[in-house]
């Protein structure tokens, strides 16, 4: 049985008071009450503040370049889909230089489990606008407002059917424990888009500013609904769900790899004469 102990990492380097804090402790209690040891998973991240949790971590990591998390998840998981593949990413990281890698992950459906640490703003960078930024945001580098229209991560995995679907807020920890977990046990691909104030760059998108507009979706709702959940991860501003906002039991990609069926390709034997007679056909 795992301790929170063990998973202890390095000092984070963040800002005091950064909504990435919470997000770290309740990983760990969330893995540890899931019974889950560290050798059990690997973490992968990109670049940005939210790409340095898995140096604040005792278990499997991979970090790799800025926007590639979820390529690089995607591929461990199907050289070994016995592991646990945990990304994790800012929304610049994964909704902008990573927004295609995005899109088809959603359609693939590879049991990754993607957590975003949505603070709305380039942190690492000192504080530029990013794709989730609300448009009119004045910025370090848009002293007249961002003029984009803002993306909305939420929406647009409801509409690519992503298999599961989740808002949470670093300021509610024992909700956000509940959708690590309930991600963690899906049979997918998931997306558990996480409310994430950066206390430094971003002041029109504060603790406070959430806990008078985010609320916990009602016991009555039905995530399998998807016109409803389409409905409900468009409500942003004056009320802001939290929740599992859509979920469906697509088959997972790795299932559908018949060369798959006889485990995963890290346990498979190497036919070495196979390899080389295919290489010999491509020179």
């Known amino acids: 049985m795992s301790t929170l102990q063990e998973y202890k990492g390095r000092t984070p380097a963040w800002c005091p008071g950064c909504g990435n804090f919470p997000i770290l402790k309740t990983f760990k209690e969330a893995m540890v009450e899931l019974g889950m040891e560290p050798h059990q998973f690997v973490i992968v991240s990109g670049i940005g503040q939210a790409g340095k949790f898995p140096h604040y ?52 459906n ?23 930024s609300m448009e009119g945001m004045v910025t370090k580098n848009q002293p007249f407002g961002i003029l984009s229209e803002q993306l909305n991560p939420v929406a647009l995995a409801v509409a690519l059917d992503c298999s599961f ?10 909700h956000l424990k509940s959708m690590v977990k309930e991600a963690v046990r ?21 603790f406070q500013w959430y806990r008078e507009r985010a609320y916990h979706l009602s016991p009555d709702y039905n995530p399998g609904d998807r016109a409803q959940a389409f409905a409900k991860a468009l409500e942003w501003g004056d009320r802001i769900p ?14 559908k790899l018949p060369m798959l069926k006889d485990g995963p390709l890290v346990k498979q034997p190497l036919h070495r004469e196979k390899l080389e007679a295919t290489l010999k056909a491509f020179y």
């Open 242 to 255: 939290l929740g599992v906002i859509y979920r469906n039991d697509r088959q997972p990609f790795e299932e």
């Open 110 to 132: 590879i049991g990754v489990k993607l957590f975003v640490h949505d603070n709305q703003i380039y942190g690492l960078t000192k504080g530029q606008g990013s794709p989730t």
């Open 57 to 108: 971590l005792n278990c499997n990591t991979f970090n790799t370049l800025h926007g590639r998390t979820l390529p690089t998840a995607q591929a461990m998981k199907l050289a070994n889909h016995d592991l646990h593949v945990f990304a994790v990413a800012g929304d610049g990281d994964c909704y902008g230089e990573g927004g295609n890698h995005f899109l088809h992950a959603l359609r693939r």
């Open 186 to 206: 899906h049979n997918g691909f998931a997306l558990v888009d996480i409310l994430q104030p950066c206390v430094t760059f971003n002041k029109l998108n504060t």
């Open 165 to 174: 679907v989740a808002r949470s807020f670093a300021g509610d920890t024992e």
